[in-house]
Structures are given as structure tokens and as C-alpha cells.
């Protein structure tokens, strides 16, 4: 059973820092792609990164680039995200995600967590 937990969110001010991490069990995690997601409420929900099995390859909404990094440590079947210069829109809930590797985009993703709170605001 595939099972996705994430923490680390909490509520920051304008410009400053969090680090989201996620712990998968259940699946081999060299083989699936690893994502976060978020929905912030009235919106629909959006990719924020993602990463390859080997963590070569990552991609970013365009909202986020040069702000957020995406990491994994597949010994530790672990996802992160790094977010540094937090604005006031990047608030919502985060979710990590999985699906098998074909291409790491944002979709149809399989596996979901439960979801963690972050909130920027001054």
C-alpha cells in the first residue's frame, strides 16, 4: 500500500524560508516520479515541481522558478522542497505526489498525500 506523508509547513513571513519533506513507503521510489502540488482555496489545484527517479531532471511552474528546489533521496524513499523568497501567493495547501516514470510532468498522477498548510503572510 502507497503511502505519502508529508510536513514541515507552517506559516512564514513575506521572504521567508520552508522546508516541506515527504515520506513514501510502499513504493520503490527509483522507479516513480515524485511531484508537489498545490491548491490554494478558490483555485484549482497546480504542479509545482517535480523530479525524476534519479533526480536528474526537474521541472518548475514558472511561478516558482529560481525560488523553490525540488530534491529526493531515494535511499530514504524522501521528497523535499525547498522554498526560499516565500511571497503571499504561494500560500495554500501542498501535496506530494507519485505516479510511475514515463515523463515527470504534472500529470496523472496516481498517489497523493494528505497535504500540509503553508500560509505567507505578514
Known amino acids: 500500500q502507497v503511502q505519502l506523508v508529508e510536513s514541515g509547513g507552517g506559516s512564514v513571513q513575506p521572504g521567508g524560508s520552508l522546508r516541506l519533506s515527504c515520506a513514501a513507503s510502499?513504493?520503490?521510489?527509483?522507479?516513480?516520479?515524485l511531484a508537489w502540488f498545490r491548491q490554494a482555496p478558490g483555485k484549482e489545484r497546480e504542479g509545482v515541481a517535480s523530479i525524476t527517479p534519479s533526480g536528474g531532471t526537474t521541472r518548475y511552474a514558472d511561478s516558482v522558478k529560481g525560488r523553490f528546489t525540488i530534491s529526493r533521496d531515494n535511499r530514504e524513499n524522501a521528497l523535499y522542497l525547498q522554498m526560499d523568497s516565500l511571497k503571499p501567493e504561494d500560500t495554500a495547501m501542498y501535496y506530494c505526489?507519485?505516479?510511475?516514470?514515463?515523463?515527470?510532468?504534472?500529470?496523472?498522477?496516481?498517489?497523493w498525500g494528505q497535504g500540509t498548510q503553508v500560509t505567507v503572510s505578514s
Open positions: 505526489a507519485a505516479r510511475s516514470f514515463v515523463n515527470c510532468n504534472f500529470d496523472d498522477y496516481a498517489f
Open positions: 510502499g513504493l520503490s521510489s527509483r522507479l516513480y516520479c
